[in-house]
């Protein structure tokens, strides 16, 4: 059974900054792909960034990038998500999830573990 479970959310500024963390457990966390997704209210949940088991194997939406940096600690079992120049459009619940696959994926169905969720709230 996967676990995640978020933290860093918050109430920000805008063009300010937050980092999310997210920590495994109860699964061999290095091998796989993890991601960040979010949803705003009255929205669908969309894709944000993701990362392969090697760090520097990044990808993400168009929207976040130049502004926020996905890596991970593979020996801390955590990934973060470092979000700069924080927009009110930003403002979401941000969710973690770990994929079942080594791939770079950046669809929902490739996820397969998802955490709670953290509210990032940024006011103009």
């Known amino acids: 059974q996967v676990q995640l479970v978020e933290s860093g959310g918050g109430l920000v500024q805008a063009g300010g900054s937050l980092r999310l963390s997210c920590a495994a457990s109860?699964?061999?966390?290095?091998?796989?792909?993890m991601g960040w997704f979010r949803q705003a209210e009255g929205k669908e949940r969309e894709f944000v960034a993701a990362?392969?088991?090697?760090?520097?194997?990044?990808y993400y939406a168009d929207s976040v990038k130049g502004r926020f940096t996905i890596s991970r600690d593979n020996a801390k079992n955590t990934v973060y998500l470092q979000m700069n120049s924080l927009k009110p459009e930003d403002s979401a619940v941000y969710f973690c999830?770990?994929?079942?696959?080594?791939?770079?994926?950046?669809?929902?169905?490739?996820?397969?573990?998802w955490g709670q969720g953290t509210q990032v709230t940024v006011s103009s």
């Open positions: 999830a770990a994929s079942r696959s080594r791939l770079m994926v950046t669809s929902e169905g490739d996820f397969g573990s």
């Open positions: 990362t392969r088991r090697i760090g520097d194997n990044t």
């Open positions: 109860g699964w061999i966390f290095s091998r796989n792909t």
